[in-house]
Each structure stands twice: as C-alpha cells, then as structure tokens.
C-alpha cells in the first residue's frame, strides 16, 4: 500500500490546529441560557464569551438575545439579537456592541510590541434585517490602542461572509498573562460620539470604537443582527473556520464561567 506524507515545509502555519483565538465562534456554548427577553442590560447574559454593552442614555431600547438554530453552510447554531423596544432618537453619546475578551496569555503570538508583531484576519458570517455599514474593532488593553473597521451588509436577512484584517502594532502590546488581553468588538449602533471611522491604530477614544458604523438595530423595531463562525487568526489571510469538538469548546468555556451544582450557585 502507498503512504503519503505532508511535507510540513509546504504547509502553511495557520493550517494547523488551534489557530482560532476566538472561544464559541461557532455559537454552541450557552451554559447560563439559550434566551434572554426584552433585555435592557449590560454583562454576559446568553452565549458564553459574548459580552453586551448597551449605553443608552433614555433606557428605550430593549432587545431579547438567543441562540438560534439558523446558520450558514457549515454551522448549526448563531447568536441573534432582536430590536423589541427602538430607541427614538439615537444621542450622539450611545452606542450598542458584543464583544469577546481575549486572555493575554493566548495573544504571544500575535507578536504585538514587537518588531516581529504579525498582522492579524478577523472573519465571520453576518445576517441582518438591515442592510448598511456596520463595524467591528481591535482593542489591545494594555497598550490602550484601538482600530475599528467597516464593513457592509449587502442584502437583507442573507447571511454573508465578512473579512477584515488589522494591520501590526510594534510599539506595545498585551501583557501576556492571565488579564484581558484584547477586545474584539463587534457595533450593532453607535451615536455620533463612538462611530469615526479610523485608519490606523489610535489610542483608545469613544469616538472611534464603532468607527464606519452607521447602521442601527436600536433604531428599529424588531429589526435583526446574527452573527456565528468567528474566528480571529495570525495572518493576512482568512483560513476556513476550525472547528472544535464540543466538548474541547466548552472546556475552554468553563475557565471563564462554570455552574457549579444549581444555577444559583455559579463561578465567573
């Protein structure tokens, strides 16, 4: 019988495994709950490593948060958020995002702070009620610099596939330990006051960290935003999106939150 063998020299890097610096990318994990009803706050409230900030001034707008058994060719589950209270006027100060949090520890090796920092690809896929410019950003934590890119829903509640990629910071980096590392954010509105488009690392201000976003979930009613299949990797390149065994996924889940015997008594 003929053996073949992979020439490693021929591969490249990020073909390999663990290569997704991204927890639940692929929406699978919801320990504390699958459904969150007409929402009005901020914090970890249904799929795990997805953190919500709504910073509404007037308190109009609410939303309910679920998982969702609809996605992409691929991919059996998707975050979803659903507009059930529109926010009549949008102050410039307000803005609305999910965001992931990334341990410094896993970010070595992206190289930021260094003159060997690689650049970085973000890619997912994205479905809305909505069709316009939306935003995802970059925040590096103790380096306190931020970048935030646009990109563009093309066709109403159709999923599509989005790549950004952020270029090499050298001056500083996350501090490689058991802190935030990185935030990857990802705007559903932004105020007048969060949406500057940027193009280039800054430091960290309101003003750009939903830079291009011009697109409102809260401004609708019962409009729409679904995401699954992030996955953020070193390289210009977006790669196919690595998926995990569940149990791998939600082992990595359960160093950041885990309920212990009844759901009264949790760990965080």
Known sequence: ??????????????????RNLIINGAMKIAQRTTQ??????TGYITLDRYYHEMKVNTDQFTYTTEQVSDGPSGFSKSFKLT????????????YGRIYQAIEGNNLERIGFGTS??????????????????FSASFYVNDANVLYSKAYTINAANTW??????????????PNIDNTQGAIINFG???GSGSNTASTNWATYSQANLLGGQTASIAGTLNATWQ????????GDTATDFEHRTYNDVL???KRYYQIIGDASNTQR
């Open 1 to 18: 019988m003929a053996v073949s063998r992979i020439n490693e020299a021929g591969l490249n890097v990020n073909q390999y495994g663990n």
């Open 36 to 41: 969150s009803t007409n929402a009005a706050s």
């Open 83 to 94: 507009c059930t209270t529109a926010e009549t006027a949008l102050a410039s100060d307000e």
């Open 116 to 133: 060997d920092a690689k650049e970085i690809t973000l890619s997912f896929y994205v479905k809305s009620s909505l069709t316009g410019n």
């Open 160 to 173: 599509e596939y989005k790549t950004l990629t952020f270029p090499a910071y050298t001056t500083a980096g």
């Open 188 to 190: 559903l509105f932004a």
């Open 227 to 234: 995401i699954t299949g992030i996955q953020l990797e070193v």
């Open 251 to 253: 082992m990595q889940c």
